[in-house]
């Protein structure tokens, strides 16, 4: 095994001094959606320095010393907004010599592509591989439609992917070889569409579906077709998975085709997300008949809160999975006959796996390295891993994450990662608590640097995986069923009890923040609850109700399974609304918000701040024009960071 290092720049911080924002959110840039394309990686970045822009760079494989070629300079910027969360902007495929590339654009929503051609061996630049036979082709054309999750159909030559439009959703294609088109329809869902993927001999397509008011996470289903001659689908087939009304919730997760026809998916119907598989032989008179010969309590899935994600991968006839155990995750490679061997690998924070021949790639981190790009080799157990968090903190610097298990909701065993300040203090410690979003959301351990700068000032951090947390079953997940707002909160408070009593935390210095649902979270803990001392807010919800009336497509039922039938359950609505309840909130809180959010609209961030300024209690907010659900550009996450510790180290008097 191997890992590559980079060569030192001079920005670390020094030794014993706080790490600046700038360094821990302002600097960085971000991988995602890797993939191995035979002797080429292929991925895209997130620069917060660019404002958020996104673009596609392609290297050789496992050769993280050269120097990447970008394939979609500025201004491109490569976004989808399918469902508001977007994801899976690009397609790529090889055909033969030729890369073709094809990706939606955040300037104009529009699905493009273009051809590129390897450049002869002997003539290829450290940093320029491949030269474009063509100028990009917008294929479709302007106008209302949002596209995302795509692949490239190169045997008929064409893009195959989502579409929504007018509150809907469709699976759609577009030729490669025409301009401005209008989509062709391939199927029309009841709701929701996604995880569109090819079979190996191009003649079959899986795809994923859920209908109003489930979330994906909840009940989802696998369909499967064939395609007719002129490559329309045939009868379409639901082989896996369950619908809302069914009495036993089922999630299906990410289907993939190995070469040999199998069909592989994750799905839940045990209580844990793991692998089942479909023969071809299994296919006959319209039977679906599963195979599961590797249970596992352990989850090889993630919530889909956005497109693009993947945990599993086909190298040949085997599979390779990203495993959530316990909180942390790991490789494995699961064979036909039904052995599992583990990749050895360091990394316990991983996402995006993909994988061609003996060849994978994730998004990887642990507590000593951060988010970068892994590159296994899996023939010699090999692996290089290539870091630009790595550049900015040494490890002697780095507060490592202790796993702690204590009694939570209903005395439910409840995880959580304590982070230890890393600068002695005389006095006792400042404690933070992170409550994530989702709430399907998951406190990881990988290195976070936006974590390093709280620990870097004396700060002990916990971020806790309330009940309703994602990784540890299904069971964990719907702890938080009809229960937001009180088994989360429950969950928060008692997770300071603990540390408070083990001595770790000062209960005079308690600050909280969250965003999105953990901005609800953080409100319900400040409302609810007297232990927490300040609080910080990105875009936050404070109105349930007025969430329930308002809020975007993809989550109009969500608060169903997390409070209740609205019509039924209106009381609720009422009872857990920090907005309702603003009196009670007695310390000092900050917000951030986007103007552009439309999943928690700027209205309740508002009307939440000009509640406590009717009561006196000291209040920020700000606001950011060009902002969403989730910021991006890095001058606002700075901004964020600096005004956050400002506000508590004010009203905390530290």
Known sequence: M?????????????????????????????????????????WLEQRPSEGGRVTALIRPWGCPEISAQELTPAPLNLRTRVHDYGGGALSTVFDEDQLVIAWINGLDGCLWMQRWKLIDRTKVKNDYFFEPIHSSRRLSAIGESLFADGLIDLQRQRWIGVMEREEKDFLVSFSLDEIDQFPHILHSPKDFVGYPVLSPDGSQLAWVEWQNPSMPWDSSQLWWSIFTKDGD???????????????????VFQPIWLTNGSLVVSEDSTGWWNLMILKPDMNQNNQACWQRPWPMSAETAMPQWVFGMRTIAAFGEEIIAAICDQGEWLLKIFSLNGDIRTVLQPFNDLAG?????????????????????????LTTGTWKHQSEVDEVIKKDQISIPQPIWFEGYQNMSTHCWFYPPMREKKIATPLLVKSHSGPTGMAGCGLNLGIQ?????????????YGGSSGFGRAYRER???GWGLVDVFDCVQAVKY???????????????????????????????????VGACRYAVSDLKEMAKYTHRFERFYLDSLVGNFAQYMHRYEERSPLMHAENIKCPVIFFQGK?????????????????????????????????????????????LEETEIFFRNHLNI
């Open 453 to 465: 700068f709280w620990t870097s000032r004396g700060w002990g951090v916990v971020d806790v995986n």
């Open 353 to 377: 796996l993909n994988a061609d021949f003996n060849r994978a790639v994730a998004i990887a981190s642990n507590p000593n390295h951060g988010i970068g790009l892994l590159e296994l080799d």
């Open 2 to 42: 191997e890992s590559k290092e980079k060569s030192s720049r001079p920005n670390y911080m020094e030794f014993n001094t706080p790490l600046s924002a700038r360094l821990a959110v302002g600097q960085c840039s971000i991988p995602k959606e890797p993939r191995v394309l035979g002797e080429w990686v292929i």
């Open 596 to 640: 552009q959010d439309k999943v928690v609209l700027p209205e309740q961030s508002q009307a939440m701040v000009n509640a406590l300024k009717r009561n006196n209690i000291p209040v920020e907010l700000h606001m950011f024009d060009n902002e969403g659900h989730g910021f991006r550009d890095s001058n606002v996450k700075v901004k964020v």
């Open 480 to 482: 938080l069923n009809e």
């Open 499 to 533: 540390l408070v009593e083990s001595g770790k935390a000062d209960p005079e210095m308690i600050a909280i923040e969250g965003g999105s649902a953990g901005g609800f979270t953080t409100l319900a803990c400040l409302c609810f609850t007297n232990i927490f001392n």
């Open 233 to 251: 689908l045939q009868t379409k087939l639901l082989i896996a998975g369950s619908c809302a009304t069914h009495p036993k919730q089922i999630s």
